[in-house]
């Protein structure tokens, strides 16, 4: 099945460190999301992306939509010990969202 | 509102019990997906429902099913448990209009 390939697999970090990560597929999506999961919980929202190029912010956090719209970047400045989580890009294809393997973030203080 | 709701929190089989994990939702919304969550993979869809009366595979479907009760609830049925059901699940909603997807807290179930 389609499987969205993300990198790095976990990250350590010191706090104030600014964080990259990357999503990629093998076919074209025409939106891309970006969510965060906490410990027991669901996933959230954290931004979405709907064209090739597209550069968008929330607060720390920055996200891009690849030109070639088989991949997204996500970008996390200044990081914080409550960044700490599961970061996940998922492409939307019709009805169906299609999810990546996840980021396993960790800030040390 | 409490947005999308999942019952049971925990739940342990044994091999061969069947079981319906609960999802609703009070948004209006009119798309409901369930997935599974296990380590490594990310989430993977099961099966959705575009709008009220409508059901469709996902991903991994075999091994269960689902039905769509009215526009509120989509439920999960596992017939007969495998161990390799053993997953964290989840359900979602989503607006006809928007891209969000509304997370459920999520059901851990294992199979022994």
């Known amino acids: 099945g389609q499987q969205l390939n993300q990198s790095p697999q976990s990250m350590f970090i010191q706090e104030g460190e600014d964080v990259s990560m990357n999503c990629t597929s093998s076919s074209i999506f025409n939106t891309w999301l970006w969510y965060k999961q906490e410990p027991g919980e669901g996933p959230v929202l954290l931004i979405a992306?709907?064209?090739?190029?597209e550069l968008t912010s929330n607060g720390r956090l920055t996200a891009q939509f690849g030109i070639t719209r088989k991949d997204s970047f996500l970008n996390i400045s200044a990081s914080i010990p409550s960044d700490v989580g599961i970061y996940f890009c998922a492409g939307l294809r019709g009805n169906q969202f299609y999810f990546g393997t996840g980021t396993s973030l960790t800030v040390i203080p | 509102n409490a947005g999308v709701t999942q019952t049971p929190k925990f739940q342990v089989l044994k091999t061969g019990q069947s079981m319906t994990l609960q999802c609703a939702q009070d948004?209006?919304?009119?798309?409901m997906y369930w997935y599974r969550q296990d380590p490594g993979m990310g989430l993977r869809l099961i099966y959705y429902?575009?709008?009220?009366?409508?059901?469709d595979k996902g991903e991994v479907p075999n091994g269960y099913n689902v039905s769509r009760l009215n526009k509120r609830e989509f439920s999960l049925r596992l017939e007969s448990a495998a161990p390799s059901q053993t997953s964290v699940y989840f359900c979602?909603?989503?607006?006809?209009?928007?891209?969000?997807?509304?997370f459920g807290p999520g059901t851990r179930l294992t199979v022994l």
């Open positions: 948004m209006n919304h009119n798309s």
């Open positions: 992306l709907y064209k090739a190029g």
């Open positions: 979602a909603s989503r607006g006809l209009a928007g891209l969000e997807q509304f």
């Open positions: 429902s575009a709008s009220e009366g409508t059901t």
